[in-house]
RNA sequence: GGGCGCUUAGCUCAGUGGUAGAGCGUCUCGUUUACACCGAGAAGGCCCAAGGUUCGAUCCCUUGAGCGCCCACCA
């Protein structure tokens, strides 16, 4: 049989063929196992959920690496013998996905989505985003991920809305969630607003304006949000200024004319800076809104949704800001205001990191999750907080870190965790797009006898009257923000909130089972945007941390050191590595060299170097099976002394690898198995043991082989979780030992640290 | 303005309180029946700088330089 074995070792021909045996066999569901006594019934839980790619596109090369890092971890536990489950799903990516539709659709048809309205367009995402999906979910099994498939789950599909709605309507009742007008990040583009991460700041070089207001000279780079700067406000402790008392009132020539305007005094001002001098916008400025809501100062809009200029800016109505401010400049300069004007000006400007525009601040009446607000844990198994307790959400994320019942790996991370919820702000969680689910509020259109009804009512299901005044009612047009969903991926996939009741989960289900996962593995770029809301999330809602541990890889970078990116085009295709190199080959070029946080590049020649050991470790079968009869009709080999010392040592190195592997160094122990395979087993041992597999007597010679096929019976396994699809073939080349029928190399048991194998 | 990371062989990067490692690249040799996607061997590094701790530092501490990232309301 082992000449039939082709001298090079062509993945293309086995890795499809080996997954759909994967998948066939059930393997991937910890249920099947249990059922078919590979794992006990009472075995210990290993549980992860696959962070859910978007439904935008493609997998890059950061994807590959977590799906390599991940799977390398639930196949390790998985031969460990506990019940492992890894959980596959999507994410619809709202604003991105509908961005992208939206895109071509105007590209190829010319047609905006308003064209088709909400339902036609609706569909036209849905068919998208169901294209996509199949071309991941081909990617993902490409890259060998044992993901238990009968349990996928998507952030938009029918179980998530519900879960989506039961968290909108517990939070609300808990008051965490409230629809306020307050200033929020408006994307004029993509028509909707955005949350303060999903910002992405831009260094921009404009002129600074430095303009005469009245007695003070005031600087800014946006002169065209002036018309509505009715205040000036000065540091209370300025002596340039203590002529000027607070709520003094001067008129002054403005753009459009004379003006009442009305000092400030107020700490927030740098004396250093400028003037020391500032007058605020309230409306269009997050600092200046804050400033206005402390002094109870008027605001008012000055850019409408567009962002052209309302009738404030008088004869500038309705002309777009872009256009505006070099006639607005020009206006200034006739009138006198324009002091000086600096050139070289370098301020961020923010944009919509989604694909969209150059954010304007607006104030909008928008749904919040109030991240100060105060509320009693209906139930709690979060280390330090009782039920009963009165906590914040701020409160809940830092304890659960704080008190080391998750763990953050590596610790530096904890730092930036801690210093984003101490500057988190209320999270806007409403979105004027269509895509994605809908806020499950509704608002009474009626007026009964007595008055206005107008109720808001929260609903888990769909209401069509208004259970006050049985008047009609109409849904919030708004939908939630990804990440919302997102947040309860963790438990939204184990079932609830069907399978929980009054705040516990049944007994025996997926949530009682699974929940908290035992680790998160991501990138760390996303510790604000998932990991921390997840942590929110699953605190406040089933008052349980969402997982033990947070393993953050550092993203893979392009050969220049850039991110890879959609809006780059820089993105990598892992199956054209797949397809060259083969799927082991790029997994194990995406783990070596990889330490826990830090980034990487990646470069086709390391994964070509990887294929080598690919190969390398298939020739090495080749020639332990050349002699595999030999050892066929032995019953216990003695070892000299020289081939115990060696076992030895691999026992050694057993014990180091499983302690990397728990210690999440999946670099580390890679590279022992990598080492000690290429350059011990097989230069030097292999060599050594040749001599006795061919000279000496019957006994020298069965003894040498059952010797080689000892150790790479060993090492076949433990490079499975990093490997798995070039050692599940080759496992599946090893003759039977006696009649056992075989099983899966995925399912065998991780070799033991003190006896042999 | 805060915080963090990096600086190790030509390139890309691991790593350790005690004569320095991997992949790729370079050079020499090798038509041995597992593998040329190979083997044997070689060259190549004041482990960013300065100070400190130590019997001993690339590794720990301090300071500095360069690069990068994240956060922050300097109009």
Redesign the pocket.
């Known amino acids: 049989m082992s000449k039939e074995l082709p001298?090079?070792?062509?993945p293309k021909d086995v890795e499809d063929r080996i997954y759909r045996m994967w998948e066939q066999s059930g393997f991937f569901n910890p249920d099947v196992c249990i059922r078919k006594k590979v794992t006990a019934k009472n075995a210990p839980v290993f549980s992860m959920v696959l962070p859910p790619p978007n439904v935008t596109g493609i997998l890059h090369l950061g994807h590959a690496e977590m799906l390599a890092v991940q799977d390398a971890m639930v196949r390790f536990e998985r031969m460990r013998g506990k019940r492992t489950l890894w959980i596959p799903g999507t994410d619809h990516a709202a604003i991105a996905t509908q961005a992208k539709v939206e895109d071509t659709l105007y590209k190829k048809e010319g047609k905006t989505r308003h064209d088709l309205g909400r339902t036609d367009f609706l569909k036209r995402v849905e068919q998208f985003a169901q294209e996509s999906h199949d071309t991941i979910v081909h990617q993902v099994k490409k890259m060998g991920s044992s993901l238990d498939w009968s349990r996928e789950a998507y952030t938009l599909d029918e179980k998530r809305n519900l879960a989506v709605r039961t968290a909108f309507k517990q939070m609300y009742d808990a008051k965490l969630i409230y629809r306020g007008s307050r200033i929020v990040n408006w994307d004029p583009k993509l028509k909707t607003t955005v949350s303060?991460?999903e910002i992405e700041?831009r260094e921009e070089t404009v002129p600074f304006y430095y303009l005469q207001y009245g007695p003070f000279v005031?600087?800014?780079?946006?002169p065209e949000t002036k018309f509505g700067d009715k205040y000036v406000v000065m540091h209370p402790n300025d002596k340039r200024y203590a002529t000027y008392a607070h709520g003094q009132k001067i008129e002054i020539e403005w753009i459009n004319g004379p003006i009442t305007a009305t000092i400030i005094k107020d700490k927030?001002?740098?004396?250093?800076?400028?003037?020391?001098?500032?007058?605020i916008t309230p409306w269009h400025?997050?600092?200046d809104f804050?400033i206005a809501e402390r002094h109870q100062l008027d605001k008012e809009q000055v850019i409408d949704y567009d962002g052209k200029l309302l009738p404030i800016a008088g004869e500038f109505a309705g002309i777009h800001i872009k256009k505006a401010r070099p006639m607005i400049v020009e206006k200034l300069t006739q009138k006198g205001l324009l002091v000086r004007t600096d050139a070289g000006y370098t301020?961020?400007i923010a944009t919509n990191s989604r694909g969209g525009g150059v954010i304007e601040p607006q104030i909008k009446m928008q749904w919040f999750i109030g991240v100060n607000r105060e509320f009693r844990m209906p139930h709690s198994k979060i280390k330090g907080v009782k039920k009963e307790q009165l906590v914040t959400l701020k409160t809940l994320m830092q304890t659960a870190v704080k008190n080391k019942q998750i763990e953050i790996i590596p610790r530096?991370f904890d730092?930036?965790y801690f210093?984003?919820i101490n500057?988190l702000r209320d999270w806007c969680i409403s979105r004027q797009i269509w895509y994605g689910h809908r806020i499950p509020v509704w608002y009474c259109k009626e007026r009964s006898k007595r008055g206005k009804c107008g109720e808001s009512i929260v609903s888990i299901t769909d209401i069509k009257s208004c259970p006050h005044c049985k008047g009609p009612v109409e849904q919030d047009p708004d939908t939630l923000d990804t990440w919302f969903s997102s947040g309860l991926w963790t438990f939204s996939t184990l079932g609830w909130p069907l399978d929980s009741a009054r705040g516990k989960p049944k007994k025996g289900s997926d949530l009682a089972t699974y929940h908290p996962t035992s680790v998160l593995e991501t990138g760390y770029?996303i510790i604000?945007f998932w990991v921390a809301r997840m942590i929110l999330m699953s605190t406040c809602l089933i008052g349980e941390i969402p997982f033990k541990k947070v393993y953050l890889h550092?993203l893979i970078?392009d050969?220049q050191?850039r991110?890879m990116s959609k809006s780059l085009g820089n993105i990598i295709d892992p199956l054209d590595m797949i397809g060259k190199y083969g799927a082991d080959a790029t997994r194990l070029s995406l783990i070596?060299?990889?330490?826990p946080?830090?980034?990487?590049?990646?470069?086709e020649?390391?994964i070509?170097?990887?294929?080598?050991?690919?190969?390398?470790l298939w020739?090495?079968a080749?020639?332990i099976l050349?002699h595999a009869e030999e050892k066929n009709d032995t019953g216990k080999a003695k070892f000299s002394s020289k081939q115990q010392k060696q076992l030895a040592e691999l026992a050694a190195l057993v014990k180091k690898v499983t302690k990397h592997m728990d210690a999440f160094?999946f670099?580390?122990a890679a590279?022992l198995l990598?080492?000690y395979t290429?350059?011990t087993f097989?230069?030097?041992i292999?060599?050594e043991t040749?001599p006795h597999l061919t000279g000496g007597d019957r006994g020298e010679r069965i003894r040498a082989a059952a010797f080689l096929f000892e150790i790479y019976t060993t090492l076949i396994k433990l490079l499975h979780p990093f490997m798995p699809f070039v050692t599940e073939e080759i496992w599946a080349q090893f003759p039977t030992a006696g009649k056992k029928k075989k099983r899966l190399l995925m399912i065998e048991r991780w070799p033991q640290e003190n006896n042999k194998t």
């Open positions: 001298s090079q070792y062509d303060d991460d700041w005031i600087a800014t780079a946006r927030v001002i740098d004396m250093e800076f400028g003037t020391g001098v500032m007058t400025d997050a600092v804050d301020h961020r530096r730092k930036v210093s984003w500057n770029d604000f550092g970078r050969a050191g991110k070596i060299g990889a330490a946080g830090n980034d990487m590049k990646l470069s020649d390391k070509r170097g990887y294929r080598n050991f690919t190969n390398k020739n090495i080749r020639f050349l160094e670099h580390h590279e990598y080492h290429w350059h097989a230069d030097k292999i060599e040749k």
